[in-house]
């Protein structure tokens, strides 16, 4: 534009004295990130002739969602925390780390806590209907080496999409457990296959997915936290094969290579060996762990969690 603010004395002054660039006070760092954010929301106003109405009606949406507490399923609804995992690949490409378990988006329900549990544990307490999966595999390094004594920290929603604590109806730490892996780097578990879910419909980023054309569904999965002394944490969950929304997910979680095989057993032998009386499902995944690197940034991420009451 050639009649823009943003090049002019005034603005320029502004914006420093926003910042504190006026000064040799504060935190140097956060100076130039704020003068940044404010700079490109004036540049936003200024480009798209923003009217201080639809300013303020953006500000009150802001401040709704916090009240919600719905940040985090905005955040990767808008492809913010995909970007963040990007950014972490690319630095860890760059450090040489190649291979390993692709990590994926944590997601914001999940719960800190969960009961410990050595070598296999059960997820579900026996009071919901739905398919029974057992899942199993291995925790080992990019070398092939067996990680013992890991934690695989892993939540998912039940059979109607939700997940505990956040569904009240649920008992505490409902499909929420950690498993700390055997001398051969062995994890395995009882649930059940979990469902889907959706934006609360009414809510606060179904509102601006509805703005933008956009359904704010999200396929099946399973989620986990692989930790280990002396490697680095990995943040990923695996989607189940076959689900609507496997490749079209409103917060781009998924990826080819955590798509796992769901094997459907329906052998009389076998199911009545696990103590069933209907099929059930197998999942099979193996997690492979890179050494922690001085060369990369660190992969345990500062973030607030609810905690079971």
Not at 150 to 155: F, T
């Amino acid at each position: 534009m050639t009649d823009s603010l943003m090049n002019t004395k005034e603005v320029r002054s502004l914006l420093d004295k926003v910042a504190g660039f006026d000064n040799s006070n504060g935190d140097e760092r956060l100076k130039r990130i704020i003068n940044r954010v404010v700079e490109d929301t004036f540049r936003i106003i200024e480009d798209f002739d923003i009217s201080p109405d639809e300013f303020w009606s953006a500000m009150s949406y802001v401040t709704r969602l916090g009240q919600a507490n719905e940040v985090g399923l905005l955040v990767p609804g808008l492809g913010i925390e995909t970007f963040l995992d990007m950014r972490l690949d690319q630095a860890e490409r760059k450090a040489g780390l190649e291979g390993g378990t692709p990590r994926t988006i944590e997601g914001p329900l999940y719960i800190a806590g969960a009961p410990l549990s050595k070598g296999e544990a059960r997820l579900d307490d026996g009071t919901e209907q739905g398919e029974v999966v057992f899942m199993e595999g291995q925790v080992r390094d990019v070398d092939g080496k067996p990680v013992a004594g890991a934690i695989v920290d892993v939540w998912h929603a039940n059979t109607l999409g939700g997940y505990s604590f956040f569904d009240p109806s649920q008992p505490k730490y409902n499909m929420r457990r950690r498993i700390e892996t055997d001398a051969q780097g062995r994890y395995r578990f009882r649930s059940l296959l979990p469902a889907g879910y959706a934006c609360p419909p009414e809510g606060h980023t179904q509102l601006l997915l509805d703005k933008l054309g956009r359904h704010g569904h999200r396929p099946a999965h399973i989620h986990f936290f692989v930790s280990a002394p002396g490697y680095r944490k990995l943040t990923t969950q695996i989607n189940i094969d076959g689900d609507e929304y496997l490749h079209d997910d409103f917060a781009f979680a998924t990826r080819d290579e955590l798509i796992p095989e769901v094997r459907r057993i329906e052998d009389a032998a076998k199911v009545h060996a696990k103590g069933l009386n209907a099929p059930y499902a197998e999942i099979t995944f193996d997690f492979v762990m890179h050494a922690e690197s001085a060369a990369a940034p660190k992969t345990i991420v500062t973030r607030e969690h609810a905690e079971a009451a």
